[in-house]
Every structure is written in structure tokens, then in C-alpha cells.
């Protein structure tokens, strides 16, 4: 039984970067199609799409690498966990290493970067940081 789906996907987004694999498949929740839109806008990823394949529905991410290989998702890391919940303010919301990584926020508006939440004056669920 999976207790923290999100610590899971993290997990196997860090696997496959760490291996060098061009995709990653996950099972599907809105909340995980929120963080994979959000590393898409923000430059993390190429893109994602849903599988509909049998017993449940799949999110396929397109890792993004650099011309020589490079990675570009150096570290990610889950800050809200079920046992400790972390939330934040929209004041409080601070810069991950000097604006070079994002945060990921669940806000009563969705899934958004704390740059967008920042912008838009939302508080909310901090649920990693990823540079």
C-alpha cells in the first residue's frame, strides 16, 4: 500500500534522471498531472501525456536533458509529507537557491511554482523543491 503517492513519483522522476532515461511512467491523479504541468511550464521537463492503459490510467514524463547530457533536474526533494504537513504564505514564500529552483505549491487555484503564487498572491501546501 502506497502512503504518499507524490513522494513516489518524486522518486521515480529521480531514479530515471539519475540512469539517464528519455521517459518515466507513474500511475495518474490530478494532483500528479498539476506537478507534471508545472515542471513543463517552468523548463524541467519536455512534456507529459496520459496513457489509458489497463487496470488504471498512467502519466508518461519526457525528461529533458542538455546537448551533452547534462541533467537538468539536479535534485528534488519533498517537503510536505503526510506525517508533517509544511504550508506557506504567500509573503513567506522564499526563492529556492536565489531563484535557480522552483518550489511546488498546491493552492486552493491548483498546482502552481511558487513564482506564480508569489505573482498571484497565494498561499498554500508546499509540496517540493526540485533545482
Do not use: F
Not at 47 to 68: F, M, S, V
Not at 81 to 107: D, E, F, H, M
Request: charged share 30%; glycine share 8%.
Amino acid at each position: 500500500m502506497m502512503t504518499d503517492p507524490i513522494a513516489d513519483m518524486l522518486t521515480r522522476i529521480r531514479n530515471a534522471v539519475r540512469v539517464e532515461r528519455p521517459v518515466v511512467e507513474m500511475p495518474l491523479s490530478k494532483v500528479k498531472r498539476g506537478l507534471a504541468e508545472v515542471l513543463k511550464r517552468e523548463g524541467y521537463i519536455w512534456d507529459w501525456e496520459e496513457l489509458d492503459e489497463l487496470p488504471a490510467k498512467q502519466l508518461r514524463l519526457h525528461l529533458k536533458y542538455g546537448p551533452n547530457g547534462e541533467v537538468v533536474i539536479r535534485h528534488i526533494k519533498r517537503v510536505s509529507k503526510p506525517g508533517r504537513r509544511i504550508y506557506s504564505g504567500a509573503t513567506a514564500l522564499r526563492p529556492v537557491l536565489n531563484g535557480l529552483g522552483i518550489s511546488i505549491i498546491s493552492t486552493s487555484h491548483g498546482v502552481v511554482s511558487d513564482r506564480e503564487a508569489r505573482q498571484r498572491n497565494l498561499g498554500g501546501e508546499v509540496l517540493c523543491e526540485l533545482w
